[in-house]
């Protein structure tokens, strides 16, 4: 049996996870300088920056929140005001939440990544159509891919979806704080695995369970590939701004 096949989901996900991440960060420093070095006033760009991207914070943190009730976490404040940290971060929003345990505090922190490739997996299929451009691929048509690809602009709506799925793309990800229920949880799945196949449901699982399990991290790393397109659609015309901007006014933010 080729496991490298089996779980190349996995490869998949992982690869287009760290390039996500790069491109977003990347992208954010880029809008992040532009608007310093146009506006001068810290506080007037984060106000541009939030605005920015406040479809996608309210996203994240509606996630938090209603996960929170439907779990029966309490909660405290919510907030979408963006507010400077002391380790130079900009905090767009959050919601405070009393721990319920960790299981019920990692689907909290990870109801934003749900919420958001569910949002970017809508768009992609039922607003882009974007299903037959994979069949143009996969069969080598490649003058039928850039044609479809081409008309994409011309669909209703077309840069409205496109900027929602900029900005929930942009902040689907987990925060450090979202993330610290993750490891235990971890450790919980791996243990019941771990039992799992050491009782001898090690080959009816690879059997019944493995591909399954691949598909649904090949979608995954989809969703995330095609957020991270997006994200690089739009690095070069923020670089570009950057860069002109820095020459026409003699300032630069690294």
Do not use: C
């Not at 069969?139 to 840069?159: E, V, Y």
């Not at 015309?237 to 950057?242: D, E, K, M, Q, V």
């Amino acid at each position: 049996m080729n496991y490298l096949l089996l779980f190349d989901g996995l490869l998949w996900l992982l690869a287009a996870s760290v390039l996500l991440v790069v491109l977003q960060r990347s992208l954010h420093r880029e809008i992040q300088a532009f608007f310093l070095i146009l506006t001068r006033r810290t506080g007037l760009t984060e106000v541009i920056f939030a605005l920015i991207f406040f479809p996608g914070v309210f996203l994240h943190e509606l996630s938090h929140f209603l996960t929170a009730k439907i779990l029966g976490v309490q909660t405290g404040k919510f907030s979408l005001i963006p507010q400077a940290q002391p380790n130079g971060k900009l905090r767009l929003g959050y919601v405070e939440t009393v721990s319920g345990g960790f299981i019920r505090d990692a689907l909290i922190g990870a109801a934003p990544l749900v919420t958001g490739s569910l949002f970017v997996a809508y768009v992609a299929i039922y607003r882009y159509h974007l299903l037959p451009l994979w069949d143009f691929i996969r069969l080598g048509a490649w003058n039928g891919f850039w044609m479809n690809l081409a008309a994409l602009p011309k669909l209703p709506d077309f840069w409205l979806w496109f900027y929602l799925t900029f900005t929930i793309s942009s902040t689907m990800m987990p925060s450090t704080s979202d993330r610290h229920a993750w490891l235990p949880m971890g450790l919980l799945a791996a243990a019941l695995l771990g039992i799992a196949i050491l009782a001898g449901a090690g080959p009816w699982m690879l059997e019944n369970l493995a591909s399954p399990f691949n598909s649904f991290l090949r979608v995954l790393a989809l969703i995330f590939g095609l957020s991270g397109v997006v994200q690089a659609v739009l690095i070069l015309p923020f670089l570009l701004l950057h860069r002109l901007l820095t020459r026409l006014t003699g300032v630069d933010i690294g």
